[in-house]
């Protein structure tokens, strides 16, 4: 029994566990909304673990990417420009091992693969990128080509 009056349905309650909320689904009990129960268990771990955060800034001397990827090692991430100059930034976040003698009380923290791809400008010089991670913060550097100013040329105007 709830210690605190449910206004939402049938939502979890208890005033002890601030974690004890289920999340209300607005589109619960339509007709769409059970479809996603029966995708199978890999697609909704890839989709969960898919938004791997990722921010790209521009600097003048190149463009930095900056993805947050706690908990991954350098080994388990990929960074590889394809053809056409698209950057590809791609992992895959193993699930813990469970052991038989468990008991689990929650599990929120998604394991699944991810990718995001990024087109780069054309003054990016893709054969000179640069990669780090530190602390889970993995780091992409695209150098940029110098952007050559147009020559101006003066013509004296004769008369």
């Not at 607005?26 to 969960?48: I, W």
């Not at 908990?71 to 930034?89: A, H, N, R, T």
């Not at 699930?95 to 054309?122: A, C, T």
């Amino acid at each position: 029994m709830s210690l605190i009056p449910s206004f939402f349905g049938n939502r979890r309650s208890n005033v002890f566990d601030p974690f004890s909320l289920d999340i209300w689904d607005p589109f619960e009990g339509f007709p769409f909304s059970s479809s996603v129960a029966n995708f199978p268990s890999s697609a909704r771990e890839t989709s969960a673990f898919a938004n791997a955060r990722i921010d790209w800034k521009e600097t003048p001397e190149a463009h930095v990417f900056k993805a947050d990827l706690p908990g991954l090692k350098k080994e388990e991430v990929k960074v590889e420009v394809e053809e056409g100059g698209v950057l590809q930034i791609s992992g895959e976040r193993s699930k813990e091992q469970e052991e038989k003698n468990d008991k689990w009380h929650r599990v929120e923290r998604s394991g699944g693969k991810f990718l995001r791809r990024f087109r780069l400008p054309e003054n990016a010089k893709t054969d000179q990128v640069k990669a780090s991670m530190e602390n889970g913060v993995l780091t992409v550097s695209v150098p940029k080509e110098e952007v050559k100013k147009p020559e101006v040329k003066s013509i004296e105007i004769s008369g």
